[in-house]
């Protein structure tokens, strides 16, 4: 659709989530599938379709999300940790594999954001979360959205394979 409406399409930002906390122990294989199939499936069906766009192109920018619990795991967030790290992998080997035709793929890897999926967590996880964030407040969306907007521009033509921390820290 945005190649019939825009011509062409320069960049993909995969940042679509859900959470399904539950501690590993008692976590449901429903639970399991519905966040790896939300992040890592939904990017990778995201990027595949992109992909044919770009190698045409000669160009193109995927930009997926990670988080902390990506990075170094988290309680009660298996499922998260898993998706959110399978997709620095998933940036990494397109880097990899397309860099050669100017196509680049990177990570964001902001610390916690007022969004929806954070307000859907507990009054008390929240605090704990903007605790540990050095400036001592969340970010906004817009301020993550700036980094976005690097990394789908020329000026950013040579990051590829990159975690870029946007934590406030």
Not at 115 to 120: E, H, R
Request: charged share 20%; proline share 4%; aromatic share 6%.
């Amino acid at each position: 659709d945005a190649v019939k409406h825009f011509g062409r399409i320069d960049a993909v930002v995969n940042n679509a989530g859900i959470l399904r906390d539950t501690i590993w122990h008692k976590m449901s294989h429903e639970d399991w599938r519905a966040v790896i199939d939300v992040h890592l499936n939904g990017s990778f069906n995201v990027s595949k379709a992109a992909t044919p766009y770009f190698r045409e192109q000669q160009s193109g920018s995927f930009i997926h999300f990670t988080s902390t619990s990506g990075l170094v795991g988290n309680i009660g967030q298996a499922n998260y940790s898993a998706s959110k790290s399978g997709l620095v992998g998933l940036a990494r080997s397109i880097a990899r594999e397309l860099g050669s035709r100017s196509i680049t793929a990177n990570v964001v890897a902001p610390g916690p954001v007022a969004t929806d999926m954070l307000a859907a967590l507990s009054e008390d996880r929240r605090e704990a979360l903007t605790a540990a964030v050095p400036l001592g407040r969340l970010a906004s969306p817009d301020e993550i959205a700036g980094t976005i907007t690097f990394l789908a521009s020329a000026d950013a033509a040579f990051i590829t394979g990159a975690i870029i921390p946007v934590d406030g820290g």
